[in-house]
Structure formats: structure tokens, C-alpha cells
């Protein structure tokens, strides 16, 4: 079944503890991407990735670090979690081709920094 | 750069009537346009694009879009609702970068209800 899997899918934890929430995908897309969502913010994008070793900063990059390595993974990292970082998080991933398909979404991860 | 505006926060509609989610949209060039649903824990659902070609396009579950450039919309449809639509809808453009990739831009997201 082709699909993105987030883990973990909730993860309650401590300002500074360094977390990282996985993403993987299995139909060899080459774009990936992260989004945070908030209430009345709609998805911001965080980062994503044209393709292995090609990263690049969205609009809201900042106490985030990610990395391309694999095809299809695209981990995402909290080096100090802070509690404006408390948000439910979404990876996606699409082929990009001759022009930007459509993103297939994972499940989301649910993080609350305390 | 690129933005997306969807200016309704909620729409409430009777099943079986039409329903209409607005989406209006700044880019420069030519507009890549999509919309996702979102459904109570759930990740998000790709509906529809534009891309190119015809102002009409459908989408999943019964829904179109209508592209308009002189008004630089980009609004979503469905001729009859029914409850099962009630949803969280995005509308979505691409935002091209300075290397030959491309960010996306997410409008706020405007929530549907449809009653019974």
C-alpha cells in the first residue's frame, strides 16, 4: 500500500530534551515535505526536499533541522524543543516530474512541549 | 512571492443545496492551485488541481474547482452536500524558489458544515 508514515504519531515531552520524528514514504517521490499546523494558521511549511541531499528552507524553518540521506526518508529534528514548538506536525511527499504533483500526507505526530 | 487567501473562516450549508469554499490566489507566473480536505484526525486528502487546460476542473468525491484568472480565484464546488463533507478545507499554490524547486503555501483553511 503506498503511503507516508510519521512516527511517533504522539509525543509529550520537555523544553531542551532533542526529539526527532520520523517520515518515510514508499513510492519513490522525490519531494518531501514538513508542515506544522495551528489553529487559524492553516499548514506552514517547515522544510522540504526536492530530492536526496537537497534541503531547503520553508517559511517557518526556524529550531528545526532536517535531512535527505535516503530517498525515502525525511526525518525531522527538534534540537531544543521549545513550547512554541508545541503543534501537530505533518510529512508529505510527491513526485515532482515535469511540475508539482499532487503531496500525499502522513498521519500527523501530535507534540506538546512542556 | 506566492500567497493564498481564504477569506470564509466557515461555511454552513443544508444538505443537498450547493456549496461554494472561496479561495483567492497572488502569484507570479502561472498558478499551480490545490486543494486538500481534511477530515477529524486524518491526515490531509488531495481533492483537485489546476495546472493547465480547462477553468473547470473535478475532483474527488464530486467536487470542482473553477480557475479564474482575471479574478485570480480559485474556488471550490459541489452541486448538492451532503453531511458526509463536513471537513477542514485547504486551498494550496506552489511558490517556486530561487533553485529550481518550489515551496507550498497553505491558505488558512476554512471549515465546512453541512447540516442535515
Not at chain 1, 524543543?81 to 508539482?100: D, E, I, K, V
Not at chain 2, 483567492?24 to 499551480?32: D, I, K, M, Q, R
Not at chain 2, 495546472?51 to 471550490?76: P, R
Amino acid at each position: 500500500e503506498a503511503q507516508v508514515t510519521q512516527n511517533p504519531r504522539y509525543l509529550i515531552t520537555v523544553t531542551g530534551k532533542k526529539l526527532t520524528v520520523t517520515c518515510s514514504q514508499n513510492m519513490n517521490h522525490e519531494y518531501m515535505s514538513w508542515y506544522r499546523q495551528d489553529p487559524g494558521l492553516g499548514l506552514r511549511q517547515i522544510y522540504y526536499s526536492m530530492n536526496v541531499e537537497v534541503t531547503d528552507k520553508g517559511d517557518v524553518p526556524e529550531g528545526y533541522k532536517v535531512s535527505r540521506k535516503e530517498k525515502r526518508n525525511f526525518p525531522l529534528i527538534l534540537e531544543s524543543p521549545s513550547p512554541n514548538q508545541t503543534s501537530l506536525y505533518f510529512c508529505a511527499s510527491s513526485h515532482t516530474g515535469t511540475g508539482p504533483d499532487t503531496q500525499y500526507f502522513g498521519p500527523g505526530t501530535r507534540l506538546t512541549v512542556l | 512571492a506566492q500567497s493564498v487567501a481564504q477569506p470564509e473562516d466557515q461555511v454552513n450549508v443544508a444538505e443537498g443545496n450547493p456549496l461554494t469554499v472561496k479561495c483567492t490566489y497572488s502569484v507570479s507566473g502561472n498558478p499551480y492551485l490545490f486543494w486538500y480536505v481534511q477530515y477529524p484526525n486524518r491526515g490531509l486528502q488531495f481533492l483537485l488541481k489546476y495546472i493547465t487546460g480547462d477553468n473547470l476542473v473535478k475532483g474527488s468525491y464530486g467536487f470542482e474547482a473553477e480557475f479564474n484568472k482575471s479574478q485570480t480565484s480559485f474556488h471550490l464546488k459541489k452541486p448538492s452536500a451532503l453531511v458526509s463533507d463536513s471537513a477542514l478545507y485547504f486551498c494550496a499554490v506552489r511558490d517556486p524558489d530561487n533553485t529550481g524547486g518550489f515551496k507550498t503555501i497553505f491558505g488558512a483553511g476554512t471549515r465546512l458544515f453541512v447540516k442535515a
